[in-house]
């Protein structure tokens, strides 16, 4: 198959167009098919398809000279049958849990609006909303020190616009129970609970103040009573668990790694909450419902 120059030419182009290769490597890829080339013969062969309109152009890469091959793609062109069922996997992609499918599916999206020719449909194929606006590249440096257990440094953006510096011992990077965002999930400093930060308000990563530190995989376990009637009402969420039902009270327990979701939490429990079994939780949610009356006061006075 191989003994004719034009099917050798034909190979090497199928070979450049997977990777870039230094002459000698072209050479050696040659000889694994039982072909030898000599230096000059492949540079004749690359001569022979540059005069045939491939691009193909010597970079320098490593200190060393590659050639290559500049792919030119197709213009796609998409029928709106087609259309509607890629608008249908965008649908289906904020249903989904898993932050590395998501980013698989975007780059796969972005590939799509590169070749796309019609330039409206290119940017709705380029519009994921919230994902849009995700640093994909700092996501990925995120997960490393979660891997690795670092406590790292943030520049961190706060509600009001201010930056502040953070430092988190990092522990895991998933998208939350309760809405599509991606969150840095971690230990602050002085603290034994897990909370997180949402990824978008992260700027960057200052710097790792400690590398490769033991989690303590240790949660502790909140435990809160909520009476039979409004535990017939609700449904449980993935982090809940039913210890005890009666016919007066039900008895719940989950990890506390999230002390502001699950205050917010208890608070919907209000008034048929009646027993949360960590003090500081339960300190924090009386304090959140007196400003609440407090404000509901005041509104009633004027």
């Not at 668990?241 to 719940?252: C, S």
Request: net charge positive.
């Amino acid at each position: 198959m191989y003994s004719s120059s034009a099917y050798r030419i034909l190979y090497l182009l199928n070979l450049l167009s997977k990777k870039d290769y230094t002459k000698n490597e072209l050479i050696e890829e040659f000889e694994k098919k039982g072909i030898k080339l000599s230096s000059s013969t492949v540079s004749l062969y690359i001569n022979k398809l540059v005069k045939n309109g491939v691009n193909i152009s010597i970079l320098k890469e490593k200190n060393k000279n590659v050639y290559h091959f500049q792919r030119i793609p197709a213009k796609l062109d998409l029928s709106e049958e087609e259309l509607s069922i890629l608008y249908d996997v965008k649908k289906l992609l904020f249903t989904q849990k898993d932050h590395n499918k998501i980013r698989k599916v975007i780059r796969l999206f972005y590939k799509l609006a590169f070749v796309s020719k019609n330039e409206e449909i290119k940017s709705g194929l380029l519009d994921f909303g919230y994902y849009s606006s995700i640093n994909w590249p700092l996501v990925r440096i995120l997960e490393k020190h979660c891997r690795e257990k670092n406590i790292i440094q943030l520049d961190y953006m706060l509600p009001k616009g201010e930056n502040k510096k953070l430092i988190i011992h990092a522990d895991d990077i998933r998208i939350g129970d309760w809405s599509n965002k991606i969150y840095l999930w971690g230990a602050f400093e002085g603290s034994n609970y897990l909370s997180y930060l949402p990824v978008d308000k992260i700027y960057m990563v200052e710097k790792v103040i400690q590398k490769n530190v033991p989690f303590d995989s240790t949660i502790t376990t909140l435990t809160y009573k909520i009476s039979r009637k409004l535990y017939d009402d609700i449904q449980l969420n993935s982090k809940e668990n039913l210890v005890e039902l009666n016919d007066k009270f039900a008895v719940i327990s989950r990890p506390l790694e999230d002390n502001f979701y699950i205050i917010q939490r208890l608070m919907s429990f209000c008034p048929d909450l009646y027993y949360i079994s960590d003090e500081n939780i339960k300190n924090k949610v009386k304090e959140k419902l007196s400003i609440l009356k407090a404000s509901y006061d005041k509104e009633f006075d004027k």
